[in-house]
């Protein structure tokens, strides 16, 4: 059996059992929704409806509505794409690439965070969608047979790549949550006393009955899906970053966008993910299984993707004058200085300067401190996609064509819409679905809770019931 | 024939498995186990081969390279080549570096989709179909182990209940099918 260190701190504490785990998931589920739940259910659907008003407005009259003009042709739509991407990395980081490390940890967190993943890349898909315009057509995005001359879609262009990027990572996050969805819906079919209850987790646990053959396929299974989300989730933001990367447009043409926006999109989904997670363990009673270790985890990687942000900050900067090329230097003096000075500096207060705060251990074992900093790297990294797509082209080549930024109400009823409807998914899945992988976190009750680890008789510790 | 099913239920893992180990010792052959979650180790107590499903996602995901590189080359070289900045596509070699993104992504998608599938066909677990554990409280706490009468001829059934109490259960079921 998997042994731990002595010293280690408990993932799960307090004295559970194999049950008390069942209960504590599952009663949620099976109460009656708090009030909180159908207020906060509530502002969410307001938000959620105002912003589809705003895009059935948008696709009705045109792009038009939106601030764009001749010389910014991308503003809040890109900017909202590449921030819920990112946002949704954090998800799969957490079940892949930790549960290729081995990291027991993730267990904890790793549905939920799997679950902000797909509500994220949902409302990314949105943007590039109603940026098409004519969001009907948007199957010609797709190399399929048509009547215009056989034209097909350019594979040349980092746009296409994203299309299958993007449509991959969504279809197989999915995927890769469900399978491991089905064991722990089985668990809420077995236990369900109401009839249509019942009938909705049978037929969503998919006839799971738990047996061996079952459980090595479904190891194996989560163990590949893991390897293959993997390198996926990596490709994914560098294409995003290719859009951006293989123009040249200085300010975007630069080599280094693969990993740094690999690093912020993580950096930016843990901060979701502490956002989302902190006050879910509390309202659910999660406390026990999601605790001060957790987030004290989830901050180093805060940290450490922080730095790594911060680093390709000043790279960035140093290599636009060390380059000597003239438009690429203005650019980045622009960025800092130009018309848009306030959201560079607050990309870097809230991305470069929060994450350093990290470095002291009480700061980040505080729950309140670190709901706080993650609302800040959520502002912080918004506004990173903000100066990156719009300072960069709001003054291009030629200085007549010099234009500035203004959202329209639209650009922010869609945006806000969209948070709107994220959270009307994330609400819905808080109440109806098992928000801790149950069977995974019985696998690590005994080497990992508090009352087994280091108990003497190790091993068959009686459960108390 | 009618066949007796027997059903040991227990309230932990390592007990289920040390009496497992026990039983198989004694030549008796266990039919199924079921559990909340995955037991470590209890494959090759009761004789369950590891699953093959990788090497088939090995081979769902080279039918997506194979895929991705056939539908490129037939578009952007043979059927449509495009001449972009002066820069024709003359071969699928030369202009494959701009492939590569997609030839990877349909590989991941042939790969997990494909797995994912058979794995659901190969557990036929798919909705709709109804749950076969022979108690509740298998996917909450309780473990158990399944044994078939028609299975162990050399055992009398008496001699098999005996058996099995003594591998710490605590309770004991049997069926006639």
């Known amino acids: ?465 | 024939m009618a066949d007796k099913v027997l059903y040991a239920m227990y309230d932990d893992d390592e007990v289920l498995k040390d009496g497992a180990k026990k039983l198989v010792s004694k030549g008796v052959k266990i039919n199924e186990v079921f559990s909340p979650f995955p037991i470590h180790g209890i494959d090759p107590i009761i004789g369950v081969k590891n699953t093959r499903l990788g090497i088939m996602a090995f081979i769902y995901g080279l039918t997506g390279t194979m895929l991705a590189t056939i539908g490129m080359r037939y578009f952007m070289i043979v059927d449509w080549p495009m001449n972009i900045g002066g820069k024709p596509n003359f071969s699928y070699l030369e202009n494959m570096l701009s492939f590569i993104p997609i030839t990877f992504e349909f590989t991941v998608l042939c790969a997990a989709h494909g797995m994912a599938i058979t794995y659901l066909l190969r557990n036929k677990t798919l909705p709709g179909i109804p749950a076969q554990n022979p108690d509740p409280r298998t996917t909450d706490d309780k473990f158990v182990i399944e044994i078939r009468m028609s299975e162990n001829d050399n055992f009398s059934s008496s001699d098999m209940e005996n058996m099995l109490k003594d591998t710490g259960l605590i309770e004991l079921d049997q069926k006639d099918i």
Not at chain 1, 269 to 293: C, D, N, P, S, W
Not at chain 1, 415 to 439: D, E, K, W
Request: hydrophobic content about 50%; proline content about 4%; glycine content about 8%.
């Open chain 1, 1 to 465: 059996m998997h042994k731990e260190a002595a010293i280690r701190e408990p993932l799960i504490l307090g004295h559970k059992t194999y049950h008390d785990i069942t209960e504590d998931v599952c009663k949620p589920i099976e109460d009656k929704a708090p009030r909180m739940w159908y207020i906060l259910f509530g502002i969410a659907l307001v938000i959620g409806l105002y912003g589809i008003g705003c895009i059935m407005y948008l696709l009705g009259t045109g792009i038009g509505v939106w601030g764009l003009n001749k010389t910014i042709g991308w503003a809040w739509d890109i900017t909202n794409f590449v921030w819920w991407v990112g946002i949704g990395h954090a998800g799969t980081l957490i079940s892949a690439v930790l549960l290729l490390f081995r990291q027991k940890w993730r267990m904890a967190i790793n549905r939920s965070a799997e679950a902000m993943t797909i509500f994220a890349v949902f409302m990314a898909g949105t943007f590039p969608l109603i940026h098409m315009g004519r969001l009907w057509v948007g199957y010609w995005t797709l190399p399929l047979p048509n009547q215009f001359g056989s034209l097909w879609v350019n594979f040349n262009s980092p746009l296409l790549w994203d299309v299958f990027a993007i449509s991959t990572y969504l279809s197989v996050s999915l995927v890769f949550w469900y399978i491991g969805l089905i064991p722990d819906f089985a668990t809420i079919r077995d236990r369900a006393k109401k009839p249509v209850a019942k009938k909705m987790y049978s037929i969503l646990s998919f006839g799971w009955s738990g047996r061996a053959k079952h459980w090595n396929r479904f190891e194996l299974v989560s163990l590949v899906l893991a390897g293959l989300a993997t390198p996926l989730v990596f490709s994914v933001h560098s294409i995003v970053s290719f859009d951006f990367a293989t123009s040249v447009i200085p300010g975007w043409h630069t080599t280094i966008f693969p990993p740094y926006f690999v690093a912020g999109a993580v950096f930016s989904g843990f901060a979701m993910v502490q956002t989302l997670l902190l006050v879910m363990r509390k309202a659910m009673g999660l406390e026990a299984y999601i605790h001060t270790k957790h987030v004290e985890y989830m901050n180093i990687v805060i940290m450490v993707t922080g730095s790594i942000v911060g680093t390709a900050y000043i790279t960035e900067l140093f290599i636009s004058w060390y380059s000597g090329v003239e438009y690429e230097a203005y650019a980045f003096i622009n960025r800092a200085t130009g018309p848009y000075w306030w959201a560079y500096w607050a990309m870097m207060t809230c991305n470069v300067i929060s994450p350093q705060l990290m470095w002291f251990r009480p700061l980040r074992r505080s729950l309140l401190f670190t709901f706080i900093i993650s609302i800040v790297v959520n502002i912080g990294m918004w506004f990173e996609r903000y100066v990156i797509i719009v300072t960069s082209i709001h003054r291009d080549y030629i200085p007549a064509a010099w234009s500035m930024h203004y959202p329209s109400h639209i650009d922010i009823g869609v945006y806000v819409g969209t948070i709107g409807i994220f959270f009307v998914f994330f609400l819905l899945f808080a109440r109806y679905f098992p928000v801790l992988a149950l069977n995974e976190v019985k696998t690590i009750l005994k080497s990992s809770g508090e009352s087994y680890k280091n108990a003497p008789d190790h091993g068959h510790h009686e459960a108390s019931h």
